[in-house]
């Protein structure tokens, strides 16, 4: 069946940083690739997406380039803020799944001053 | 437009009894879907409404379940609570029936089995 992996947090970095959180998967066929973000006491916000290989989902800084050839979906951006401090998912949804969706295990990421 | 709200927000329960949760897509989506999220096992799939059809269902048992109203509106039920039930209960909601699509999520609701 459908799975995404994604890195154990937490992961801490200072203001201004560089973060990437890995994301991996696994599916038949061409799934869509999402990434969503949770802050404390909130449900989830989409944050990107993809929806075919080479595609790149950007939103607020973040990016992540949906890539085939290695089953990938990595966020990246490139100087965090206090404010990044959240919890982030990776998410497929297959093309025969209508709606579900599948989660890798979530990234706490903290970002100091 | 307002987004997905859940109702209520949280909830305490005790083992045995029975729960009903609510959520209020947002005005015009027909495609309704619930996860369970809890710090063991992550973000988990319960089910989809469409135009008040359940289309896909995932792996719990058959304690849960749910429905949807003709505006939409879903609404899940467990069952005789155990324990582990308790978690954070999201709902979402997409403008399709299908295909490539953004789902909104919803605060959740908490629930606590005691």
């Known amino acids: 069946g459908d799975s995404v992996t994604q890195m154990e947090g937490p992961v801490t970095l200072s203001e201004e940083a560089f973060l990437t959180i890995n994301c991996t998967y696994t599916a038949t066929g061409y799934p869509s690739l999402f990434w969503y973000v949770q802050y404390p006491g909130e449900g989830l916000q989409l944050l990107l997406k993809a929806t075919k290989a080479d595609d790149k989902g950007s939103n607020k800084g973040f990016e992540a380039t949906y890539r085939k050839e290695t089953t990938s979906f990595h966020l990246e951006k490139g100087s965090v803020q206090v404010s990044d401090s959240a919890v982030y998912f990776c998410a497929l949804r297959g093309k025969a799944a209508g709606n579900k969706l599948t989660f890798g295990g979530g990234t706490r990421v903290l970002v100091k001053p | 437009k307002a987004g997905v709200t859940q109702t209520p927000r949280y909830l305490i329960k005790t083992r045995g009894q029975q729960v009903t949760l609510s959520c209020s897509p947002i005005?015009?989506?027909?495609?309704v879907s619930w996860y369970q999220q809890t710090p063991g096992q992550g973000l988990q799939f319960l089910f989809e409404y469409f135009s008040e059809t359940q289309r896909n269902k995932g792996n719990f048992p058959g304690r849960f379940s749910g429905r949807q109203f003709s505006n939409s509106r879903s609404e899940m039920n467990v069952s005789t609570l155990e324990l582990g039930d308790s978690a954070l209960y999201l709902c979402?909601?997409?403008?399709?029936?299908?295909?490539?699509?953004?789902?909104?999520f919803g605060p959740g609701t908490r629930l606590t089995v005691l």
């Open positions: 979402a909601s997409s403008d399709r029936g299908g295909g490539p699509d953004t789902q909104y």
């Open positions: 005005s015009g989506h027909r495609s």
